[in-house]
C-alpha cells in the first residue's frame, strides 16, 4: 500500500521560479528518498536525507524532513525547462524496502 | 552508484502468453533486487524482492504463480508474467541497492502491452 502522499500532484512554472514539493508518510522510518522520472523512463536518484537529519542540499535542490510531523519537502531552486518531470518521494522502512508517494508532475515553461 | 539494464525494453504480446523480463546489474554483485509495476500516470508499486540463490518475497495481492521471480546469478533477476492478460499491461521497473549506501539504482523500466 501507498503510504506517501504528495501534493500538489501538478505544478506549473515558468523557467525561472523555485519549486516546491511536499510529501507525507504514516510510518516510522529509516530516510526519505527523492526520485525523478521522466516518462516512460527509469527513476533517477535525487537525494537520501536520513530520519536524524533535518535539512540536505545538492546543487540547486534541498530536502527538509520533519519526523514529527512526518512530511518532507523538495525544493527546486531556479527552475529549467529540463526539470520537467514526475518527482516522487519514497521511505524506506526495512530491508531497503521503498515505498512511493504519488508523485507530482512538474511542468517548467521556458 | 549503480548501473542497472533491463531487456526489453518494450514487448508486445497476445493475451494468454508468457513474457520474460531481464534486469542486469551490470557493475556490482546484486544479492537484493526489487521489481516494481507502474500503471500509466500512476506511483511505483513494490511487486516482489528478488533474493539471489532463495525464494522471492511478494507484496501482499502480488500472486507469486503469476509473477515468477528467478534470481539466480548475482548480476541477474527475471521476472517472468505468465499467461499474460491485457490487465497486466504495465511499466515494469527494476532496481537494485547500490554498495554501502541506501540508494536504489533503477533500470530503465519494460513497457508490457498485451493484446
Request: glycine share 8%; proline share 3%; charged share 20%.
Amino acid at each position: 500500500s501507498q503510504q506517501g502522499e504528495e501534493d500538489p500532484q501538478a505544478l506549473s512554472i515558468q523557467e525561472g521560479e523555485n519549486a516546491t514539493m511536499n510529501c507525507s508518510y504514516k510510518t516510522s522510518i529509516n530516510n526519505l528518498q527523492w526520485y525523478r522520472q521522466n516518462s516512460g523512463r527509469g527513476l533517477v536518484h535525487l537525494i537520501l536525507i536520513r530520519s536524524n537529519e533535518r535539512e540536505k542540499h545538492s546543487g540547486r535542490l534541498r530536502v527538509t524532513l520533519d519526523t514529527s510531523k512526518k512530511s518532507s519537502s523538495l525544493l527546486i531552486t531556479a527552475s529549467r525547462a529540463a526539470d520537467t518531470a514526475s518527482y516522487f518521494c519514497a521511505t524506506e522502512t526495512s530491508g531497503s524496502r521503498l515505498t512511493f508517494g504519488e508523485g507530482t508532475q512538474l511542468t517548467v515553461n521556458p | 552508484g549503480a548501473v542497472v539494464s533491463q531487456h526489453p525494453s518494450r514487448v508486445i504480446c497476445k493475451s494468454g502468453t508468457s513474457v520474460k523480463i531481464e534486469c542486469r546489474s551490470l557493475d556490482f554483485q546484486a544479492t537484493t533486487m526489487f521489481w516494481y509495476r507502474q500503471f500509466p500516470k500512476q506511483s511505483l508499486m513494490l511487486m516482489a524482492t528478488s533474493n539471489e540463490g532463495s525464494k522471492a518475497t511478494y507484496e501482499q495481492g502480488v500472486e507469486k504463480d503469476k509473477f515468477l521471480i528467478n534470481h539466480a546469478s548475482l548480476t541477474l533477476s527475471t521476472l517472468t508474467v505468465t499467461s499474460a492478460h491485457p490487465e497486466d499491461s504495465s511499466f515494469y521497473i527494476c532496481s537494485t541497492v547500490g554498495r554501502g549506501d541506501y540508494t536504489q539504482y533503477f533500470g530503465p523500466g519494460t513497457r508490457l502491452t498485451v493484446l
